[in-house]
């Protein structure tokens, strides 16, 4: 996502000043070139952070935490000492934090925080974007959905429906430690027969909903960054197979979906949760999303050239 949008204002004619690993201008970790890029900004937007797709082992969980800690920190402590501090902060944060939603959608305004590992971290990323004062900068938690894009998770479900293994995937039993219990990793049987909801939003208007909120003065605090038109994971995995091409696709059972994901060190809880939300504040904004329906935004990002 950080790619996509350093290229998205750059072809704007936008100065962009990217902080993070490898081919980046600034490291993590460097106070005096983080406070130099941020002072004067017309917009910052914090992304870091390690990846949930991975298993919630002890050191993972404190790197996921950590890495969305420190680097949100570290731009606040920017905009802080700024002479000149950014009119707007965008910050990272998900969805997730939302409960299990099978009876009815989550809003920012009527949607209710679950429990758990992902929802802590959620909680904590959140608390650390809006625990300084900054009266001179406007800051918004987008809590975005699933992130359709050239890559991520459509990687490995593209590859899944082309091995005829892109059915839905069930919930249902599975063993739970005492450790996962504590450390609020465990998942509990949820959704019957891939009814969990997927809510989703195409990376094109990822860009598009920062553009918007970076000049509508209205916007702040979080912000659901999700497509208008869920669905269901039946639904979902129906759809890739027709843009595929892929008539088949057996269901994939709970027991089935936990060996592979310790095959492939992820976590079931990345498919078996129900994240039913809903862009309440931007369509009352008036934002109008390009891609408002699966489908097509499935086909739009296959018939795409690789970058």
């Known amino acids: 996502m950080g790619g996509y949008l350093a290229q998205h204002y750059r072809e704007q004619g936008r100065e962009v000043v990217t902080i993070g690993r490898s081919g980046s201008e600034l490291r993590w970790g460097d106070a005096s070139g983080i406070a130099a890029a941020v002072d004067g900004a017309a917009l910052v937007v914090g992304l870091a952070g390690k990846s949930v797709n991975c298993r919630y082992n002890k050191a993972n969980r404190a790197e996921i935490f950590r890495s969305r800690l420190d680097t949100t920190a570290q731009l606040s402590d920017a905009i802080a000492a700024a002479a000149a501090p950014p009119p707007v902060w965008v910050n990272s944060s998900t969805a997730t934090i939302y409960r299990h939603a099978e009876d009815r959608p989550m809003t920012e305004g009527a949607g209710d925080i679950g429990a758990?590992?992902?929802?802590?971290?959620?909680?904590?990323?959140?608390?650390?974007l809006f625990a300084a004062e900054l009266p001179g900068t406007r800051r918004i938690a987008l809590r975005s959905a699933i992130v359709l894009g050239d890559g991520g998770v459509l990687g490995p479900i593209k590859r899944l429906a082309r091995l005829c293994l892109g059915g839905a995937q069930h919930d249902g039993?599975?063993?739970?430690?005492?450790?996962?219990?504590?450390?609020?990793?465990?998942?509990?049987?949820?959704?019957?027969r891939g009814a969990q909801r997927f809510s989703w939003v195409h990376i094109e208007d990822i860009a598009r909903i920062l553009d918007f909120v970076e000049i509508d003065p209205s916007l702040h605090g979080p912000v659901n960054a999700s497509a208008p038109n869920p669905v269901d994971n039946r639904g979902f995995m129906a759809s890739v197979r027709r843009v595929l091409g892929t008539p088949f696709g057996p269901t994939m059972p709970r027991w089935m979906l936990e060996l592979g994901a310790i095959g492939i060190r992820t976590e079931t809880e990345l498919v078996l949760k129900s994240r039913w939300v809903l862009p309440e504040k931007l369509e009352a904004a008036g934002f109008e999303f390009a891609h408002p329906e699966l489908e097509p935004a499935l086909r739009e990002i296959w018939a795409r050239p690789r970058a």
């Not at 959620?122 to 650390?128: D, I, L, Q, T, V």
Request: proline share 3%.
């Open 116 to 128: 758990g590992f992902s929802v802590e971290v959620a909680k904590a990323w959140e608390r650390a």
């Open 173 to 192: 039993w599975w063993l739970v430690t005492r450790g996962r219990v504590a450390a609020g990793t465990a998942h509990y049987p949820g959704a019957k």
